[in-house]
Structure formats: C-alpha cells, structure tokens
C-alpha cells in the first residue's frame, strides 16, 4: 500500500521521481551553500598570505555567481531525470542555457570590474586621483553594458532564439525610440563631453546656471551636485553642452571687491590714514595675498567719497571666515582711529 502511494503519477512521472528531483535540487542547494562558503572563508583567508590584492578582490567578488551557477546545474539535471513533453523540455533547455550563459556573464563581468577597480587602484599612484575616480566609473559602466550586451546575444543565440531577426526588429523599432529618446541622447553625449573634456572632477565645487555645489557622481547621462545646504541636486549631462560650467575649485584665488563710504567732512588726513589702516590689516592677514591688493580713493558718491578696498583670498583658505575677520578689523580700527562710515556701503564679490 505504502509503496503503491509512490508509484502513482503526476504528469506521466511517478511520485518517486518527482520526490528524488527535488531531493537533487535541494542537494544543489546544499552544495552551492558549501562552495559559498569554502570561497568566502577558506579561499579569503588562502589568498590573504599572497602579495597581490587582486585575488582577494575577485574572491570577493566570485562566490555568488558561482554558487547560482551550481543550483542551476543541479535544476536542470533534476529536471532531466522527468519525462517532460516535448515542447516543454525544448523550452526548459532554452531557459538552462539562457540563465546559464547569464550567469557565466555575470562571473566574468564581476572579474573585469575588480581588475578595472584594481588597474586604477594601482596607477593611482602617479595619476590625478579625481580623474581616476571619474575614469574608473565609466569605464566599469561601459564594460558592464559590452558584457552584458555580448552575454545576451551569445545567450539567446545558443538557446535557439534568431538573433539576427531580434536585431533587425530592433533595428526598425529603434529609430522610433531614438526619435522619441532625444534627450537621453543629448545627455549622454554631455557625458562624454565631461570625460573627454574634464571641466571638472568628482569633488570639485562648479556653478552651472544658478546651480552652485560639489559634485559628488558623474555618470554617463547625469551628474550630481550637493549644494552648500545639503540638497543633492541631478544634473542632465545636457546642461554642460548647452551652459558655461564654472568650475569654482581650480580658480587661484577669491577677489573681494569692498566699497567703503566716507562721509565728506572726512579730511585728507583722515582718508590717508585710512587707506594706511586697511593696507596693514591685508598685510597682516595670512590667509590674503596682500601683495594683489588694491586700495585707492576712487570715486565721488553723490553722498560720500568711496575707498576701493580690493583684496584677495588664498585658494584654500575658508572665504567667510576669511572675510568676517577682515571686515571686524576694519571696523575695530576704523573706529579706534575716529573714522566713520556713509551710508550706504555697498558690497560685491568677483572671481578671478
């Protein structure tokens, strides 16, 4: 009676069969589990002991494509021992060989990204960092999207699949999507701008438009900016084709154009001791050049005389600290000296 219940059948294959697949299946599991962890810990502690650091960034990078490629296998031989009709066999081998070849993409495509992350880790040395950065990241977006794309045509083409009908249809239905895609286009040919051209690189603060921050990501079709309140703001690639990109970081150093009113009781005296003032508080200041300073009375104001007070902020000094300091020292002395100011006082920044 009890062995009776086993032979029964289900879809023209006893119960046993069915029981014994899965069990082949469950095995697989098992075994991927095991292979899982012998390359995560077994082969990670081995490759340690090596000199290189490659091997152990590929071991890391290894394990799972492998361990779904021995699940696979045993699906797909637990599937073998069932008697399956024709067409549902034939569609069961496509289906194996399509996720197989996939999944050998997958390995290789985690190996070419850990040998491009490594090339640059290694040249890193003598190349610009923010420029290897930037070129890592293209380059890995672009071997995925060659990979992936030979992986799909050699997968569907050993699955039977016409490819070449696949890509004529494609090739008809892609004007219409191209047509309608223009942006994307546009975008992405910005994005070659930006790497060829290099008007910027990750981390530099750049101004485009009204949009002024650090640029934190630079892909193929976008770019992304974190402003100073901490807003991430993505950028079309497009803009920087069509728009003048300041690049903020590279420039040599911060002018600060400052007007200083007089009223015109002011004496002779007075507006030479305080040109005198404001060339030793530049003087004094190390965080401004102050050999590029420009301080002369330049202007008759309908209600005051003005003192051209210009003067220049080094390149990697804080500008706002920089410029609070210096405008408290005018002040102090200013004030220490007898010397007032008109209203209104008017104030502008350049760059250089």
Same mark, same amino acid.
Request: aromatic content about 10%; glycine content about 6%; charged content about 20%.
């Given at each position: ?107 290789? +495509? $985690? %190996?070419?990204?850990? !040998? ?6 290694? #040249?890193? &040395?003598?190349? /610009?960092?923010?420029? =290897? ?89 976008? +770019? $992304? %900016?974190?402003?100073? !309140? ?6 079309? #690639?497009? &803009?920087?084709? /069509?728009?003048?990109? =300041? ?91 007898? %010397? ?13």
């Amino acid at each position: 009676m009890f062995l009776n219940f086993f032979d029964q059948k289900i879809y023209n294959n006893p119960l046993y069969d069915w029981l014994f697949s899965l069990g082949i299946v469950a095995a697989s599991v098992v075994v991927a589990r095991l292979i899982y962890w012998f390359i995560s810990i077994i082969l990670r502690q081995y490759t340690k002991r090596t000199n290189t650091e490659l091997d152990d960034l590929i071991i890391k990078r290894i394990d799972t494509p492998i361990a779904l490629g021995v699940v696979l296998i045993g699906i797909r031989y637990a599937l073998k021992l069932l008697t399956l009709p024709h067409l549902l066999n034939n569609y069961v081998h496509r289906g194996f060989v399509l996720m197989a070849t996939l999944t050998v993409t997958w390995l290789f +495509t $985690r %190996i070419v990204r850990v !040998a491009i992350e490594f090339y640059f880790r290694q #040249n890193n &040395q003598t190349a /610009d960092s923010k420029n =290897e950065k930037q070129v890592t990241m293209v380059a890995k977006r672009a071997s995925v999207i060659v990979l992936w794309s030979m992986g799909a045509v050699v997968g569907l083409n050993n699955a039977g699949f016409d490819v070449g009908a696949l890509i004529a249809g494609l090739g008809i239905g892609g004007l219409a999507i191209a047509l309608a895609a223009q942006d994307t286009v546009k975008n992405i040919i910005g994005g070659l701008v930006v790497f060829f051209d290099k008007p910027f690189y990750v981390g530099d603060v750049i101004k485009v438009k009204e949009i002024e921050g650090t640029v934190v990501y630079t892909g193929i079709r976008s +770019t $992304r %900016i974190r402003t100073g !309140a901490g807003r991430l703001i993505t950028i079309p #690639n497009a &803009q920087f084709t /069509d728009n003048a990109i =300041e690049n903020i970081t590279v420039e040599p150093s911060k002018r600060i154009v400052t007007y200083l009113s007089l009223p015109y009781e002011t004496g002779a005296e007075k507006i030479d001791e305080a040109i005198l003032i404001l060339k030793n508080i530049v003087e004094q200041s190390p965080d401004v050049n102050h050999y590029d300073s420009i301080i002369y009375l330049e202007k008759f104001s309908p209600s005051s005389v003005d003192i051209n007070f210009t003067y220049f902020i080094k390149k990697g000094s804080d500008m706002h600290t920089t410029q609070t300091d210096v405008n408290k020292e005018v002040i102090r002395k200013f004030k220490a000296a007898g %010397i007032e100011f008109a209203y209104p006082t008017q104030v502008s920044i350049a760059k250089q």
